[in-house]
């Protein structure tokens, strides 16, 4: 054998050593096949990158899951729509909306019934559910609604720039399974279902700069349920005055056009806003986990219920301005999201500070306005828990979890698990939530990051 042949052999069987070691021997921190894209986490002194002690974690959130466990996530996301339609489920809320149009069909007003509680729209929208009978709603409603969630879970790990078949993303699924705000959705089939999809999908569009499409799917949103309305104080923020613009006009233009297929539709001023401003009746109340509703309920007093919720929505206005113009300490340098430099992954900066602002905004409404029942709870958890492959994710608190452990099965609180006293697990998780994305933006200037270890906290992205 020639020197040249023994020398190729040698670095063959080396080579072949490296990879069953797990690395690839070609490859090293001074010469990295991928490009740096900007993201190299350094240390504080500025020695280049400092060891992570989640690499693996990071790139196991990140790595594609295998095909069983794709079909497993699918399934488990699936089985408690399956289970809603053997119980019998109400599917009540869906079932107003279902009425509102069929009284449409027949000339009359829908807001007839006090409980169709939303806009001309949404019957005009639940036109085609009205030709249905109402064992066909029953079968097909529940999936709807899954499929819809996922989208919504789709969205927002997509505008991380994160695969829905990701074990991160299967993960998701097989949580949201679980969670109690998922599971009474598809028991009263709540349209804020809408919602869920079109936050994420709302906030992807800002974070690349297209406010205008993203005013144009919140107002669409709006007008079918006005959960996303508070989204216009983002928009405020971000000064984008005509994307504002297009944010009112898209729903107000969509009831217009509803107008002439709606009999009385002045009744929704008359009657149905002021019910809505009375926080409902006593039906609703107990699985409202407002303030207005949960402080009255522990003994509080009106004027000191009001006192409080007027405190809640100040500070919540002003922490979300705040959140919105302090950075948070350590973001990627270039804007972009991409590997970190220790295995994890950076989202992009502008997506990280759009997610953390809008959900303090809605934590804020649910808090202050009434009603806000534990389905809501899905609007705001979706984005958050998207970003947790980012080490800056308030996910990635402990804190966070101690918030939602109670909407999962299993962690039963005594005399808090029943359908009336429920709301109250859910109080707990807003404040809570609320009060974490405040800690994190008081704390911004000084480089504090939830979850993360105090010797990593001076390190800089």
């Given amino acids: 054998m020639s020197g040249d042949e023994y020398g190729r052999t040698g670095q063959v069987q080396d080579r072949n050593a490296g990879f069953a070691a797990g690395h690839d021997p070609e490859t090293s921190a001074d010469d990295n096949p991928e490009p740096s894209d900007g993201h190299d986490l350094e240390r504080s002194d500025g020695r280049g990158p400092e060891p992570s002690a989640e690499r693996g974690l990071g790139s196991w959130l990140l790595a594609e899951g295998s095909l069983p466990a794709r079909v497993a996530a699918a399934v488990v996301l699936m089985l408690p729509a399956a289970g809603a339609i053997l119980r019998g489920s109400a599917m009540q809320d869906n079932g107003y909306v279902v009425r509102a149009a069929r009284a449409l069909l027949s000339g009359r007003s829908p807001y007839a019934d006090e409980r169709f509680l939303y806009l001309p729209t949404s019957a005009v929208a639940a036109l085609g559910e009205a030709w249905l009978d109402d064992r066909t709603i029953r079968l097909v409603v529940p999936f709807v609604l899954a499929i819809l969630t996922l989208a919504g879970w789709w969205a927002a790990l997509r505008a991380c720039e994160v695969r829905l078949g990701s074990h991160l993303g299967l993960l998701g699924m097989a949580g949201i399974a679980v969670l109690f705000g998922y599971r009474s959705l598809l028991v009263v089939a ?272």
């Fill in 190 to 461: 709540n349209w804020s279902v809408v919602a869920v999809v079109a936050l994420p999908l709302a906030l992807h569009l800002c974070a690349r700069g297209r406010w205008h499409t993203a005013a144009v799917v919140a107002g669409v949103s709006i007008a079918l349920k006005p959960m996303l309305v508070p989204l216009a104080v983002l928009f405020l923020f971000a000064r984008r005055w005509r994307a504002l613009l297009t944010l009112v006009a898209v729903p107000v233009t969509l009831v217009l056009l509803s107008l002439p297929l709606t009999p009385e539709p002045g009744r929704f001023v008359v009657d149905t806003l002021p019910f809505l401003l009375r926080g409902q009746d006593e039906y609703a109340r107990p699985y409202d986990a407002s303030l207005a509703s949960i402080l009255p309920r522990l003994g509080v007093g009106g004027g000191v219920t009001l006192a409080v919720r007027m405190l809640v929505a100040v500070a919540g206005l002003l922490l979300a301005w705040a959140r919105w113009r302090v950075p948070v300490a350590g973001q990627a340098r270039d804007g972009r999201g991409g590997r970190d430099g220790r295995g994890g992954w950076a989202i992009p900066d502008e997506l990280l500070r759009l997610v953390e602002t809008s959900s303090m905004i809605m934590l804020m409404v649910f808090l202050v306005f009434t009603p806000a029942f534990g389905h809501y709870s899905l609007v705001v958890l979706l984005p958050l828990a998207a970003t947790v492959a980012d080490r800056r994710s308030v996910v990635r608190s402990p804190w966070f979890w101690i918030a939602v452990a109670p909407q999962f099965p299993g962690v039963d609180i005594p005399d808090l698990m029943t359908s009336e006293n429920r709301a109250f697990t859910v109080s707990f998780m807003y404040a809570v939530l609320a009060a974490l994305l405040a800690a994190r933006t008081l704390r911004s200037g000084t480089g504090w990051r939830p979850g993360v270890p105090a010797r990593l906290r001076s390190s800089r992205l």
